[in-house]
């Protein structure tokens, strides 16, 4: 897998202070993305052990709420099993964190998957330029939503996250 950028105490993507991977590989290509340096999947650095250490390293600061994954696409299919172990091994040793997700797939495309045994929260669809609106919590469309993933897998519906 590669990735562009870890950002560090992040207030825009999701709840709370978090750490922010940024991987590479996208196949949406929204029109007008804030990030179109991320569709290519072989651009960017080389996930690494170091690359993980970094990352745990900051979730073991107690005012960090937990990691977002965003991108590109962590749900895409050259990310989507590596972001899946990283997820797995961030919930068994920091249980407290939470774990966002953003992607341009929808609910129904990717409830099955094995990465949301770990995940709190999905942020999922399309950005949709037409839909844009800056007065939104975590998203930047008004298509998009914010997905309590516990809940919704729970009762087998849609339950947003309260903002």
């Not at 330029?129 to 939104?136: A, K, N, P, Y």
């Not at 998009?144 to 993933?149: E, G, N």
Request: charged share 25%.
């Amino acid at each position: 897998m590669k990735y562009h950028n870890i950002t560090k105490d992040d207030m825009l993507n999701g709840d709370g202070l978090r750490v922010v991977l940024w991987v590479a590989g996208c196949s949406h290509h929204c029109k007008n993305c804030q990030n179109p340096v991320t569709w290519n999947p072989d651009d960017g650095l080389e996930f690494t052990g170091e690359t993980k250490q970094e990352i745990f390293t900051e979730l073991r600061k107690s005012y960090v709420s937990g990691i977002t994954f965003s991108g590109g696409d962590p749900l895409h299919a050259l990310n989507v099993q590596e972001v899946t172990r990283l997820a797995k091994e961030i919930r068994e040793n920091f249980p407290d964190k939470t774990i966002w997700i953003y992607t341009g797939f929808l609910w129904s495309e990717i409830k099955h998957l094995e990465i949301m045994k770990f995940a709190d929260v999905v942020v999922d669809g399309k950005y949709v330029e037409e839909l844009r609106d800056t007065q939104l919590y975590w998203r930047g469309s008004s298509n998009q939503r914010v997905i309590d993933v516990r809940k919704s897998l729970e009762t087998g519906k849609v339950v947003l996250h309260c903002e």
